[in-house]
């Protein structure tokens, strides 16, 4: 019975990190509700975490091992130049005002994190 009652606290621990690393919000399911826009935002919020925490993994592999990790990081800054410019894209063209603040935020955390890693 407990192994049941763990094996469930699990698969939903799973879903909350999944759906927050993909969409952002801490939520079972993905809502449904939203636009295109809206969905590609947070899907690219999701890409943008995941581009950070590989340039910081890369970080921490060159302090520990001394080797050369310059084209990985470089790989991972040119994706991120990639998202900056499609979140750009949305905070201009959206006719929503909602969305288009919360691509300008997220456009600000991105250049945020850029200049904080130079």
Do not use: C, H, Y
């Not at 399911?29 to 919020?45: D, F, H, K, V």
């Not at 943008?48 to 520990?64: C, N, V």
């Amino acid at each position: 019975m407990k192994a049941i009652i763990v094996l469930i606290v699990v698969v939903i621990v799973g879903l909350l990190a999944f759906n927050f690393f993909t969409t952002g919000e801490f939520t079972l399911m993905p809502s449904g509700s939203g636009g295109g826009e809206t969905q590609e935002l947070n899907q690219l919020r999701g890409e943008f975490r995941s581009l950070a925490r590989e340039f910081r993994q890369a970080g921490r592999s060159a302090a520990m091992s001394g080797m050369d990790t310059t084209s990985a990081a470089s790989a991972v800054l040119s994706q991120l130049a990639g998202v900056e410019e499609k979140v750009k894209a949305i905070a201009k063209k959206s006719e929503e005002a909602e969305v288009r603040d919360e691509a300008k935020a997220l456009a600000a955390e991105i250049a945020k994190f850029k200049k904080d890693i130079r």
